[in-house]
């Protein structure tokens, strides 16, 4: 325990981090350094910075750094570009936030000479995972300490207890047993309910649990259009104003709150092998996938649309598992951006309580919609329709011989 002499920890203010961050000074002895991250988690976090300051951490060591920009240009976008979806619906909104957050405890430890890092993840979750798996690939010798592997500390009672003990201050709602009655993660993409009543997958979440959207029964009456446009497979403009990607982001999050789009009630299978049930928030994710998937439509070959398609559960389990900063990954990221060059244009979606629509798709210079040919009428010769039969005798002739094996069995 002793070799340990400065640790980067994962800190968000909160009852287990501030425990977390006592224990290691207790436990290891060490100097601390925490890392706050502004991932769009609508939270005020000077709170944070002045807790720091309270349990003892020097002003040289309390990082807080907006990253929302950095998040949606570097890690949504790019897997947005593969409509990345986890076991048929997950859009994936916990697991790309845990790589974003790896990249800066390493950027951290190499400024302030840290030799470990440490983070609030449990010993049941996928986040563990994530974190130490992106730590490991860009410090391959970086240290981990995960204080839930580790300690006796495994009940709200025996953290607040501690608490009490060391003077760790703790908020009113935490000690009276308030807020919200299960565990919640925010970002810029989504928010995550998990835990307490909701570990009953049966039991239907009350209606004033969902934070981002309205219920879709409550949504406007009146449905809304939204333009997008895109440009390499990204949006760059909304209703034709043009946004950063964090803004774009953020802008489709009220839009799509506000009509009541993107709720979701899974059990999903965990890395670490056990089923668990979340319920998730990604409103403005959902309309991004639905977009994406309309642009990509008249703007990508046939069969490569099919291969992206083939491999998107793939990418998608490699984003899950904590593969982000993977050889596999960047591989495969390197394929999908190539794709992408063509996928330039705009499209229209109509939003109405709870479901999306598109509505219309354009692109000037690289649809591959070729009207002359899809036409229902007189194309004029742009299309042989005699060529149809030789195509389809052709792919006949295998179940053809066989049907005849078959007849002549008989």
């Not at 405890?105 to 049941?124: F, N, Q």
């Not at 201050?169 to 000690?175: A, C, G, L, N, S």
């Not at 802008?251 to 993107?262: A, F, R, T, V």
């Not at 194309?379 to 792919?395: E, M, P, S, V, W």
């Amino acid at each position: 325990m002793s070799d340990t002499r400065k640790v980067v920890l994962a800190y968000s203010g909160g009852l287990d981090t501030s425990v977390i961050l006592k224990w290691l000074q207790d436990t290891y002895g060490c100097e601390v350094v925490t890392f706050t991250a502004d991932i769009g988690q609508g939270e005020e976090l000077e709170p944070a910075r002045r807790k720091a300051l309270q349990l003892g951490i020097k002003k040289k060591n309390i990082f807080i750094e907006d990253l929302r920009e950095e998040f949606v240009r570097d890690f949504v976008y790019p897997m947005f570009r593969a409509n990345p979806v986890y076991e048929g619906e997950y859009l994936l909104g916990t697991s790309i936030a845990r790589p974003l957050i790896a990249k800066h405890l390493i950027d951290i430890a190499r400024k302030t000479g840290a030799d470990t890092i440490s983070h609030g993840a449990t010993g049941k979750g996928n986040d563990q995972v994530r974190f130490e798996l992106g730590a490991y690939a860009l410090e391959p010798n970086i240290r981990v300490i995960a204080p839930w592997r580790e300690w006796d500390l495994l009940s709200r009672e025996k953290l607040l207890a501690y608490a009490d003990k060391n003077g760790i201050p703790v908020d009113f709602k935490k000690r009276k047993g308030g807020g919200a009655p299960y565990s919640m993660d925010a970002n810029l993409l989504h928010i995550s309910y998990e835990g307490g009543i909701l570990e009953d997958p049966d039991f239907a979440p009350e209606d004033s649990m969902w934070r981002l959207t309205v219920s879709p029964e409550k949504a406007p009456d009146k449905p809304q259009i939204v333009e997008l446009e895109y440009m390499k497979g990204d949006i760059v403009a909304v209703d034709g104003r043009e946004l950063s990607p964090g803004k774009v982001l953020a802008k489709l999050n009220e839009l799509g709150g506000k009509h009541g789009i993107g709720r979701l009630d899974l059990v999903e299978n965990r890395y670490v092998g056990m089923k668990s049930r979340g319920c998730y928030e990604t409103p403005g994710g959902t309309i991004m996938l639905k977009g994406h998937r309309a642009m990509e439509s008249i703007t990508l070959d046939r069969e490569v649309l099919a291969l992206k398609d083939d491999l998107m559960p793939r990418y998608a389990r490699m984003i899950y598992n904590g593969y982000w900063f993977s050889p596999e990954r960047k591989l495969l990221q390197g394929l999908i951006d190539a794709s992408q060059e063509t996928v330039n244009g705009t499209v229209r979606l109509k939003l109405y309580k709870g479901t999306i629509m598109c509505v219309g798709r354009a692109s000037k210079h690289d649809s591959l919609f070729d009207t002359t040919i899809a036409t229902f009428e007189d194309d004029a010769g742009a299309y042989d329709q005699k060529d149809a039969a030789g195509f389809i005798k052709l792919n006949a002739l295998r179940m053809r011989i066989a049907a005849n094996l078959a007849r002549r069995r008989k």
